[in-house]
């Protein structure tokens, strides 16, 4: 029994926490606030302590004895853990005194502080990460391909409804937030940006208690949005907010800032690939900066439909946001890993890497419109001979598509992202 109401949408992620319950005492799920952990861990839950400080009672009871508070009958879900660090090592203790599994559930939407924590709990509490909706979880992809299909060369010829420019722009918009599932790109851009607004009134500062400049950390997100999807250096942000911003930030401010909002986990730095292991090409080792979903950039720059279509550039960076953050949650969920490809010095990139656990890869060019098709064939085909261990699959996710194809020469895959799923 669950304590979770009707209307509950699956999300992948159930699959993982079944199984880790199973395996560990406790398990941590960690990821953005509002990304459905507290909701998600209730269909795991027989029961739940809410630690936060909108209910001073419980949290003062649990701040004098942990013990009254911490009971009932397992899986038991601690909501908000990190604003009493002592939960930690308490939970961890409990699994130390008795081997049952599937005794607790951790969430928080912020790291801990540095040195509240006595052990790292290994072996005892398991993290899990989580993070907004992908397309097939809400719905908005039919998920006749998978990433295993592509390993595997199984992947059928089929056609698929071709999304429109604004349905997209929508997409992206309204983002993988649970809540907004159902709700137009206005309804839901006023979200995000309400979103934005408590992050930079509320937890920039409260995450560790260091009073940090509103204004800054606004024109760094900003700059951020401005720089989705690329390769932006602290250096290019520092830069970018200078230009065009009416103050300026500098280095340690940068990287402060940046290290609070992976703590919130806001930020997802998708890492570099070398498939050549003994090169000595120069292989970019810088990572691709993300937000953790793509309407935050939008709501950042207040762009909607018609801004969107009047810079088809930024369009792209950000519908290359939206397939790699989809791409990330399947890889994930694989227990896989998503990175990025550039050499310094032709400059030959591919978008996105997947990896499988068993270290084999494929290839994908992220393409808006079929324009681009031809480019990215050449991309992939020329990172193909270019690399001493060959891609398992070479793919083209594109965004106006109307089919699931695998060219006859090359063996790359075409396909729209509302055909993909794990």
Known sequence: MSLINEGYKERLIDKQIDEYLKIFGAISIVGPKWCGKTWTSLAHSNTVKYINTDDKKMLKLAQMDIEQVLNGEPPILIDEWQLLPSIWDYVRRKCDEDKTSGKYILTGSATEKEGTISHSGAGRICKIDMYTMSLYESGDSNGIVTLTDLFNNKVKNSPVQMLKLEDIANLIIRGGWPQNIGKTAKESQIIAKSYIRDILDKDINEIDGVKRDKNKMEMLLKSL?????????????????????YDSINKDTVGDYLNVLDKLHLLENQKAFNPNIRSRDNIGKSSKRHFTDPSLACALLNLNFEKLINDL???????????????????????????HYRNNVSGLEVDAIVLNEDGEYGAI???LGANEIEDATNTLLKFYEKSDKKPKFMCIICGLWDSVVQDPETGIYILPITALKP
């Open 365 to 367: 060019e992220i393409k």
């Open 313 to 339: 550039n930024t369009f792209g960076f950000l519908f290359e946001a939206l397939v790699e953050r989809d791409l990330r949650i399947y890889s994930n969920y694989n227990n896989g890993e998503l990175r």
């Open 225 to 245: 949005a401005r720089n989705e999807s690329t390769l932006a250096s602290n250096e290019t942000l520092i830069k970018d907010v200078i230009e065009n911003e």
